[in-house]
């Protein structure tokens, strides 16, 4: 066996190793019960409410306190299923995951269209499923994986599909990708400007498919929420503060940890942004630099996710333009994925990861989940829960959302007097703390006038604090 060989046979058996092991985990995941991470109680909310034709932009200066971040297309997909069955977290992780398959899909295609054989085919969705950023976020019931489908396959299709054929698609694929996440603006750029330089027409025809009916649901939106949806989805996220400290130190762990891909990706595109770049070879740098974004104060891994999808994009085109070294592609592919190598609540799953991000739920998560979900149910009158999903999952409102109410009293956009009123007037019967977002005066309100019942510590590192008012 020649050194090509042996590291096709390398990268074969690392591949399968990685999607093995993000199999298991997002299995585990998916039928999980209860919150995994911070947001996704809320987006479950969200469903639930359009699923009643209820608003989900609204005045947060009342009840309810709830500010929904993005556009609308993730959860009002997610509510179409509500009407089939109880509010659960496994219809909106499911669509992640489904989401992620796509991907998967799509990086192969993608391989295959440059002609060189099976192994892009397999090695460019390898390369994302490898990603430990992937394997932390692609679980939860969060927007993020059906935006970032919809956008990669606006630059896919941009990139291979001829003419107006081609516009046409990108245009409606990167518009529904805007409409599940604003930060997938990054794929509209992109195409946006590879579509100019090789064809003005087709160039100024894309931004009208994107900008006009953008342009126009935005009006409409507005019009019927009274400007909150301008609030909820454009004032509130661009106000978010960026610290750049926060922003290099997530760019390098993922330049660190994707290093020969990174490396790969980079050296293509240095080659194909000369003359009339294709979409994916400006997607790449435009998504490198979108990662920046995970400095915002809010954010988390998911903003490296979208990064990773364009290094898989570039391999293929990578791979191709090595072919006078025929070992250095099986080299770089062997050595990544090598590099990231994990294992379920092992070693290698929490690079960069806050809180719980990456763990695996086994049975001693759900019995602490139980505990939470007992107390929830056996009380009569309202209730606050941080982890949102307790009480959406139990026919109960969600009153607060505390992280960005925090926000929204620094930028002098909120006041927390109701809250507080609502808190020492004993409305709230039960509050269940784990993530300490809670504003300052809402901190003071529940030390005053509730007593803290049980403390719950979970094996993911979450602690949940159960108050209850003291009458």
């Known amino acids: 066996m020649n050194q090509r060989s042996a590291l096709l046979a390398a990268s074969a058996v690392l591949a399968a190793l990685q999607f093995g092991v993000l199999?298991?985990?997002?299995?585990?995941?998916?039928?999980?019960?209860y919150d995994l991470n911070y947001g996704?109680?809320?987006?479950?909310?969200?469903?639930?409410?359009?699923?009643?034709?209820?608003?989900?932009?609204?005045?947060?200066?009342?009840?309810?306190?709830?500010?929904?971040?993005?556009?609308?297309?993730?959860?009002?997909?997610?509510?179409?299923?509500?009407?089939?069955?109880?509010?659960?977290?496994?219809?909106?992780r499911a669509l992640s995951v489904a989401a992620l398959i796509g991907l998967f899909a799509l990086l192969a295609w993608n391989g295959r269209r440059i002609r060189r054989g099976p192994w892009p085919v397999i090695i460019a969705p390898a390369l994302l499923a490898a990603s430990p950023f992937v394997y932390q976020w692609a679980g939860y019931a969060r927007v993020d994986l059906l935006a970032l489908l919809l956008a990669a396959g606006g630059v896919c299709a941009a990139q291979w599909l001829p003419g107006w054929?081609?516009?046409?698609?990108?245009?409606?694929?990167?518009?529904?990708?805007?409409?599940?996440?604003?930060?997938?603006?990054?794929?509209a750029l992109a195409v946006g400007i590879a579509l100019l330089l090789r064809s003005r027409l087709h160039g100024l025809g894309f931004a009208g498919l994107v900008a006009l009916p953008c342009l126009a649901a935005v009006v409409?939106?507005?019009?019927?929420?009274?400007?909150?949806?301008?609030?909820?989805?454009?004032?509130?996220n661009a106000a978010n503060p960026i610290y750049p400290l926060r922003a290099a130190y997530y760019l390098f762990g993922f330049a660190a940890l994707h290093l020969p891909a990174f490396a790969a990706g980079l050296w293509?595109?240095?080659?194909?942004?000369?003359?009339?770049?294709?979409?994916?070879?400006?997607y790449v740098p435009i998504a490198l630099l979108g990662a920046l974004s995970a400095g915002n104060a809010g954010s988390s891994v998911n903003y490296l996710i979208e990064?990773?999808?364009?290094?898989?994009?570039?391999?293929?085109?990578?791979?191709?333009?090595?072919?006078?070294?025929?070992?250095?592609?099986?080299?770089?592919?062997?050595?990544?994925l090598l590099l990231v190598v994990h294992w379920p609540n092992g070693f290698g799953t929490t690079y960069l990861a806050e809180s719980a991000l990456g763990r695996t739920p086994t049975t001693a998560d759900a019995s602490v989940g139980a505990q939470v979900d007992a107390v929830v149910r056996?009380?009569?009158?309202?209730?606050?829960?941080?982890?949102?999903?307790?009480?959406?999952?139990?026919?109960?409102?969600?009153?607060?959302?505390p992280i960005d109410l925090r926000a929204e009293e620094?930028?002098?956009?909120?006041?927390?007097?109701?809250?507080?009123?609502?808190?020492?007037?004993?409305?709230?019967?039960?509050?269940?703390?784990?993530?300490?977002?809670?504003?300052?005066?809402?901190?003071?309100?529940?030390?005053?006038?509730?007593?803290?019942?049980?403390?719950?510590?979970?094996?993911d590192g979450l602690t949940f604090h159960v108050y209850r008012y003291a009458r």
Not at 269 to 281: D, E, F, M, N, Y
Request: proline letters at 9%; charged letters at 15%; glycine letters at 8%.
């Open 40 to 92: 996704e109680g809320y987006v479950l909310n969200d469903a639930v409410r359009l699923s009643r034709g209820e608003p989900i932009y609204v005045d947060i200066q009342q009840f309810p306190m709830v500010r929904s971040p993005y556009p609308p297309l993730y959860p009002l997909v997610w509510s179409l299923f509500l009407r089939l069955s109880a509010p659960s977290f496994v219809v909106g």
């Open 410 to 459: 620094l930028r002098g956009r909120w006041r927390d007097e109701p809250l507080v009123q609502a808190l020492r007037d004993g409305r709230f019967e039960l509050a269940i703390t784990a993530f300490e977002f809670l504003p300052m005066g809402a901190e003071r309100a529940l030390r005053d006038s509730f007593t803290l019942e049980s403390v719950v510590p979970s094996p």
């Open 23 to 33: 199999a298991y985990h997002l299995g585990s995941t998916v039928m999980f019960p």
């Open 307 to 336: 990064p990773a999808i364009a290094l898989g994009l570039a391999a293929p085109f990578a791979w191709r333009a090595a072919h006078g070294a025929p070992a250095i592609g099986p080299l770089m592919a062997t050595v990544q």
């Open 268 to 282: 293509w595109a240095s080659k194909a942004l000369r003359g009339v770049p294709s979409p994916i070879a400006l």
């Open 378 to 401: 056996a009380t009569p009158g309202e209730l606050i829960a941080e982890p949102a999903g307790f009480a959406v999952r139990n026919g109960r409102s969600v009153y607060v959302q």
């Open 165 to 187: 054929r081609g516009v046409l698609a990108a245009g409606v694929l990167c518009t529904l990708a805007l409409w599940t996440k604003q930060t997938t603006l990054t794929a």
């Open 220 to 236: 409409a939106l507005d019009a019927l929420t009274g400007g909150q949806f301008t609030r909820h989805i454009l004032e509130g």
